[in-house]
Nanobody
Framework: QLQASGGGLVQAGGSLRLSCAASGRTFSSYAVGWFRQAPGKEREFVAAISWSGGNTYYGDSVAGRFTITRDNAKNMVYLQMNSLKPEDTAGYFC?????????????????????WGQGTLVTVSS
C-alpha cells in the first residue's frame, strides 16, 4: 500500500518535498515512480528510482529541478521539487513495480506499475 503526502500551495520558484510511504516488508524489492496529472491532461511521468536507489530517471520537464530519493529502512520515497513553475500544478501519485528490469521503458510508463497510491495535490501560483 502506498500513500503520497506533502502537497500544498506554493509560489513559483518555491520548493516542496513529497513523500511516499509504503507498507510491507519487501519494499526494497520495488522500484518506485512518481507521476502527475493535471486537469484535462494526460498522466505524465515525473521520476523513478530503482529498488536500491542507485538508478533514477526523470521526465524532461522536471530534470534538473526535481530529485527522487528513497530510504528503504523507513519504507519511504521522496520527491524534492525545486524551482517550481505554475505548469507543475497537478495531482502527484507514487506507484511501485517489481519488474525484474529497471529499464527506462519499463519504469517511465505508468501501465507498468501495478501498485498506486492516492495522490497529493500540488498547486503552484504565479
Amino acid at each position: 500500500q502506498l500513500q503520497a503526502s506533502g502537497g500544498g500551495l506554493v509560489q513559483a520558484g518555491g520548493s516542496l518535498r513529497l513523500s511516499c510511504a509504503a507498507s510491507g516488508r519487501t519494499f526494497s524489492s520495488y522500484a518506485v515512480g512518481w507521476f502527475r496529472q493535471a486537469p484535462g491532461k494526460e498522466r505524465e511521468f515525473v521520476a523513478a528510482i530503482s529498488w536500491s536507489g542507485g538508478n533514477t530517471y526523470y521526465g524532461d520537464s522536471v530534470a534538473g529541478r526535481f530529485t527522487i530519493t528513497r530510504d528503504n529502512a523507513k519504507n519511504m520515497v521522496y520527491l524534492q521539487m525545486n524551482s517550481l513553475k505554475p505548469e507543475d500544478t497537478a495531482g502527484y501519485f507514487c506507484a511501485a513495480h517489481a519488474r525484474g528490469s529497471f529499464s527506462k521503458s519499463d519504469s517511465t510508463t505508468g501501465r507498468n506499475y501495478p501498485y498506486w497510491g492516492q495522490g497529493t495535490l500540488v498547486t503552484v501560483s504565479s
